[in-house]
């Protein structure tokens, strides 16, 4: 069952705009972490943020976390053709040994 | 580092035939998973294993063996194709449990199944 889901399922914006996307889960977790797919490839961890976490930057990333209300969002800065991908966050449902839980990613594209 | 390895790329099967996908990774990590990437349904964790000779059932097992011989090879068995096994599939590798630790993943198999 997929535990996180991303809004909006499909982004398009101007190359140095920002972009915003959304995940909303349903049960506890320990982290949540997001990641970026390039078409035709395997996924790429971008970060991943604690349970006891509220905000996390990694250069042009920003991720928020808002247990209360079972939601993440990822802030792309400054964005750029190469951002061009479908992004996911994976959860862990709370569990530890388990894999992680995907949702089924928000397309990004960026128009020069 | 070569990092996560997948063979082959793309394979095409016949409904009823067998085969196995292989992964490996070169950063000695312990934890091993095997996933499955459909359209639209983001990704399935079909097994995973937390070290050799320990292996589990994820969310989508029925039609896949798996074995953990050595750290590094994680091979996928498809013991008989079905049409619905027509997917993606992604081994990844993580240095410790994925829940607290970024996960690798290798290339996929881009898996057909007439």
């Known amino acids: 069952s997929q535990q996180g889901e991303e809004d909006p399922q499909a982004l398009s914006i101007q190359e140095g705009e920002n972009a915003t996307m959304n995940c909303s889960y349903k049960?506890?977790?320990?982290?949540l972490q997001w990641y970026r797919q390039n078409s035709g490839r395997g996924l790429v961890h971008l970060i991943l943020i604690r349970s006891n976490e509220r905000e996390k930057h990694s250069g042009r990333l920003r991720v928020t976390l808002d247990t209360s209300k079972k939601s993440s969002s990822l802030l792309i800065t400054a964005s750029r053709a190469a951002d061009t991908a479908s992004y996911f966050c994976a959860t862990d449902g709370g569990g530890g040994a388990d894999g992680l839980t995907f949702g089924k990613g928000t397309h990004l594209i960026i128009q020069p | 580092n070569a990092g996560v390895t997948q063979t082959p790329k793309f394979q095409v099967l016949k409904t009823g035939q067998s085969m196995t996908l292989q992964c490996a990774q070169d950063m000695n990590h312990e934890y091993m998973s095997w996933y499955r990437q459909d359209p639209g349904m983001g990704l399935r964790l079909i097994h995973y294993s937390v070290g050799a000779g320990i292996t589990d059932q994820g969310e989508v097992p029925n039609g896949y063996n798996v074995s953990r011989s050595t750290t590094e090879d994680f091979p996928l068995r498809l013991l008989s194709a079905a049409p619905s096994q027509t997917s993606v599939y992604f081994c990844?590798?993580?240095?410790?449990?994925?829940?607290?630790?970024?996960?690798?993943f290798g290339p996929g198999t881009r898996l057909t199944v007439l």
């Open positions: 049960t506890s977790i320990n982290n």
């Open positions: 990844a590798s993580s240095d410790g449990w994925p829940s607290y630790n970024e996960q690798f």
